[in-house]
């Protein structure tokens, strides 16, 4: 067993049997939630690297994670899911399941790592969108070439 849904308000825990689980009104899904404003399939579930993880699929309703509706979101030891109006805490242990070391990053912050130049983050490059480039011909050898005009040298 890799963990348990603890209903909000009471009622019996749901186990966690497999590492991928699709949630839904459907007798067909893995965790069978009978409510009208759940969606037939409405999010999966899945342990990776010892963490959970859901994803938002497509449903009328949404998913939220702690309160913020989600596409996909890891979701922490003691976090709360809330599928529609459905209130969850998902309760596991990351070592027990495999994880190793601190939890993974948001993938928030790896895609705004990511977006950025590997320069820019060094520090080693400036942000200057209002500072137009400056072209040098190559064949020109007077010194100073590349030390910037001053204003008045125009």
């Known amino acids: 067993m890799f963990g348990h849904l603890i209903p909000h308000g009471g009622g019996d825990p749901i186990p966690l049997l497999k ?3 699709i949630v839904g009104r459907s007798e067909s899904c893995d965790v069978v939630l009978r409510f009208p404003n759940v969606s037939s399939k409405h999010c999966q579930l899945t342990c990776d690297g010892g963490y959970w993880y ?9 998913t939220k994670v702690n309160g ?17 109006k459905h ?5 596991y242990s990351p070592v027990d399941i495999g994880a190793i070391g601190p939890p993974p990053p948001e993938e928030d912050e790896v895609a705004q790592i990511m977006n950025t130049s590997l320069l820019l983050r060094a520090g080693l490059q400036r ?3 209002d500072t137009p480039a400056r072209r040098r011909d190559i064949r020109d050898n007077r010194a100073g070439q590349m030390k910037r ?3 008045t040298d125009d």
């Open 19 to 21: 590492k991928s689980l």
């Open 87 to 91: 209130e969850y805490e998902l309760r």
């Open 149 to 151: 005009p001053h204003p």
């Open 127 to 129: 942000n200057r969108p």
């Open 68 to 84: 913020n509706r989600v596409l996909r979101k890891r979701i922490d030891p003691g976090d709360k899911l809330s599928v529609a």
């Open 54 to 62: 859901v994803t938002d699929l497509d449903s009328s309703n949404g």
